[in-house]
């Protein structure tokens, strides 16, 4: 496994702010929240804007293991530069605690940074790929069979149409290390994310999806059913510094 692979144990944190809050929050997490938070030993892998939801902001960091856990976000959120911008940063959201909790799938299903190089303080430019999160809600441990049927059926579906698929996950049941910051507990998921080059491209593979019989005959019907309710689907937009763009 790569060194730069990430991360044994990652949260995918979606966040619901205030109208109209959304780049507040952006501006000040890229300038304060990004280099003070990988100070501690914490990974801050990506953070995106919900193209579906002008008030959702969603983000991903990773650590070594649930120890590292609980010392690098005590050390973090105990620290000086948390408690000088924790105000301004709360006062833009309604809700924080929509968290799960992952780790990958396979030792080498994480996300690789191998080659990611993370834009300085102050960049503005906006990457035009588009990230897709793709949350599976299971009533058993996705380790039984679901993830073989993902690797064999739903991969070359979903490649054959475009899509390229850059890590899958299944949840972390660990206890929670760090309580004050809670986490969706007693729900079973499988998660995969997928990159498109832009939002064209993502819409070429949906229709693509959309035409395939096989998919639409089969392969999607099987998914339903051994699913609890729909998967839901997250299109997101990286942050101008956002260490993962695709």
Known sequence: M?????????????????????????????QEFIETQEATGIVVIGQFRDMDNPDRFVWLRGFADMPTRARTLQEFYGGPVWKAHRE????????????????????????????????????????????????????????????????????????????????YFVTEN????????????????????????????????TAALTNSTRWSNEIAKELAGRLKGRPEVLKLSPTARSQLRG
């Open 2 to 30: 790569s060194v730069r692979t990430c991360c044994p144990v990652v949260e995918l944190r979606q966040y619901t702010l205030k109208p109209g809050m959304r780049d507040v929050l952006i501006d000040l997490f890229e």
């Open 88 to 167: 301004a940063a709360n006062a833009t959201m309604i809700d924080s605690d929509n968290v799960l909790l992952l780790r990958p799938a396979r030792p080498a299903s994480g996300f690789s940074l191998e080659n990611a190089k993370r834009p300085p303080p102050g960049a503005r430019e906006m990457s035009k790929g588009l990230l897709v999160a793709t949350i599976c809600y299971l009533d058993a441990s996705p380790e039984a069979d679901f993830m073989g049927f993902f690797e064999c059926t739903i991969t070359p579906a979903l490649t054959e149409t475009g899509a390229s698929i850059l890590a």
């Open 174 to 205: 660990h206890p929670n290390t760090f309580p004050a910051l809670p986490v969706r507990e007693k729900v079973n998921v499988f998660v995969w994310f997928s990159h498109f080059s832009d939002r064209a491209a993502y819409e070429h593979h």
